[in-house]
């Protein structure tokens, strides 16, 4: 098993609008982890105590084949790796999800291996492990999906976004990902490639510099009517270009001011 793992001290988060909580379950051994009031650290939500990061990756085998390649015919081995993990000391586990794997086509989820990935975190609270979820992996160029290819990167942007809505149903299913799902630790996320994402709970634009899209995510969150070069939304988009520079600008301070420290 442990070629399998390479330990880290720190936890790949994704930006959520939300709340930045780890994934907990509902066991009694595990309190729900969230970012300090002061941005500083992360820690126990129940006790206030500080939360030391400390776990494994967990993505392939010896052979070099992926979790999602194996988990099924050889699940023994993965509950066995993971009460190995608890045992050496890890309070987190780092998984790598293969977009391919989770959607079947841009608009389709796979729904036989999002069970597959509940059976995983349900495995993880009776362990008493953390879960941090890495999506959007293509790990091996041949398990990229063709049709995931041939796509524009604004289409990439819209089957990015149904793979976290897909694996985030998942979560909730199973378990509450935050302590309190009202609280709100920011007002966008920033997400950004050949271009930008900003998106925040009305509005998802995507910035390409002179072009883009535009989204209103609450009337139209399929994404089909681009409002970006419609006159009466000239001010929504000037806002959020606006927003859009400011959180550039605030990257190279970090976003959980660990600079600070």
């Known amino acids: 098993m442990t070629q399998r793992l390479l330990a880290f001290g720190w936890a790949c988060l994704a930006p959520l609008l939300a709340s930045t909580d780890v994934l907990a379950a509902d066991s009694p051994q595990l309190e729900w982890i969230k970012v300090s009031s002061d941005n500083k650290e992360f820690v126990r939500a129940r006790s206030g105590e500080p939360f030391v990061v400390w776990g494994v990756n967990y993505d392939h085998d010896r052979g070099g084949a992926l979790l999602e390649d194996y988990w099924r015919d050889d ?18 586990v780092r998984i790598h999800l293969q977009l391919g794997r989770y959607m079947k086509t841009a608009k389709l989820p796979d729904e036989a291996n999002l069970e597959q990935l509940a059976k995983l975190l349900k495995l993880a609270e009776r362990t008493g492990l953390y879960i941090d979820l890495t999506g959007l992996g293509c790990y091996h160029k041949q398990d990229v999906p063709k049709w995931y290819d041939k796509l524009e990167e604004s289409e990439r942007w819209k089957v990015q976004a149904r793979f976290w809505q897909a694996v985030a149903k998942v979560c909730k299913d199973i378990s509450g990902m935050f302590d309190d799902p009202s609280a709100k630790v920011r007002d966008a996320a920033l997400s950004s490639g050949k271009g930008r994402l900003l998106r925040t709970e009305k509005w998802a634009l995507l910035d390409y510099g002179k072009k883009g899209e535009l989204y209103d995510m609450e009337n139209d969150p399929k994404q089909y009517d681009n409002l970006f070069e419609k006159s009466e939304y000239a001010d929504t988009l000037a806002g959020l270009k606006a927003k859009l520079k400011a959180k550039l600008n605030e990257i190279g301070k970090n976003d959980l001011n660990l600079n600070k420290l």
Do not use: M, R, S
């Open 75 to 92: 699940w023994k081995t993965v509950v066995e790796d993971f009460k190995e993990i608890k045992a050496l000391g890890a309070n987190v």
